[in-house]
Every structure is written in C-alpha cells, then in structure tokens.
C-alpha cells in the first residue's frame, strides 16, 4: 500500500474516500510519526452492530494514543489534546455530522463554527478522517438527503481549510491538494 507520512507541526490533513477504502488505516499510518499522537473517536455505540466496529478500531490503534471518545464538542476535544499532544487524529466527520443532526440546531452550529475557527488556527498537527458519501444513489428520504447535503458542504469546507486532501481508493491515497 503506497502510504503518506510527513507531518508538520500545524498541518491539517483530509484523508476522505468510500466506506472500507483505507482511510482509517492510511490515518493511522499518518499519526505514527508523531512524538504524541492523540485519538477523537466521535462514534458512539448506540446498537451492538455499532459496539463491535468501535471494538475492532480499537484493536487496530496502538497503546500510544491518548483517547477521546466525544460525539459532540470536537473543537474544545482537539484544543484540551493539543495542550500535550502533538497529533490530534479525528476519526471520522462522518458520524460526528450524524451525531450533531440529533442535537438542537442552535447547539449543531456553534459545534461547527467551533471546529471552523480551530481549523482556521489549528493548535497541533490534525488528521481528519471522513467519507465521500454523495457518490451513489440519492438518498430516498428526505433526512438522508440532507444529510448527504450537509455532509457535501462540510467536506467541501474542510478541504479548503486543509494543507492536504488524499482520497482513498483501494487503500491507495490520490492526491487531491497538497500545499507543500
């Protein structure tokens, strides 16, 4: 597997790309190099399906993580993290999106402004894990094609902010944007 490692002190990195192709794994490729890795996990194990995916991506990360599982607050996650760690991996927007759609609007917005600003100035190196999902059918509801949308629109927004986007395919990284 062609892999990238080469991080820098404030670089943000977007690793995006379908379900099961690599994204995770090339992440944690990435946060190896650092001196002191830390891990946001935004899933929460709301059926036993769900438990059993957070259980074997624990399996998957090294001891050298420091741990954070928060669903919601991510922004005010990376900064605590950042005063002792050197790599924040955020591991994924996807479920972190989903998770914030089941809050009160007002609450959903100052969650994404929050992690707007941190990556306009971000406090460590930061790895971002997401998905690519407006790639298939459109959704037959009128919730998932929100989603979809708003997914889309965080995405797009992330990127911009990034030093770096790789999609994954295959488990290989293409180079989206690259600001070396």
């Known amino acids: 597997m062609a892999q990238i490692k080469n991080i820098q002190k404030r670089k ?12 995770s794994n090339q992440a944690l490729f ?6 002191k890795p830390a891990f946001v996990a935004t899933a ?34 990376i900064t605590k993290l950042a005063e002792t760690c050197d790599l924040v991996l955020l591991d ?4 972190w999106l989903a998770n914030l759609m089941n809050t009160e609007e007002a609450e959903s917005l100052k969650e ?6 941190l990556l306009k100035m971000p406090p460590c190196a930061i790895v971002i894990v997401t998905n690519e999902i407006g790639m298939g059918l459109v959704p037959a509801t009128a919730m998932g094609r929100e989603f979809r949308d708003q ?14 986007v790789f999609f994954m395919v295959s488990g290989l990284p293409l180079v989206v944007k690259t600001n070396r």
């Open 12 to 23: 943000i990195t977007l690793l995006t790309g379908g379900a099961r192709s690599g994204k």
């Open 30 to 35: 990435i946060a190896e190099s650092a001196k």
């Open 44 to 77: 929460q194990a709301m059926d036993e399906e769900m438990a059993e995916r957070i259980k074997k991506h624990q399996a998957e990360r090294s001891d050298a993580f420091e741990l954070c599982e928060e669903p919601l607050a991510i922004a005010k996650a």
């Open 92 to 95: 994924c927007l996807t479920l």
């Open 112 to 117: 994404l402004k929050a992690f707007e600003e």
């Open 151 to 164: 997914m889309g629109r965080l995405n797009q927004e992330v990127a911009r902010l990034a030093d770096e």
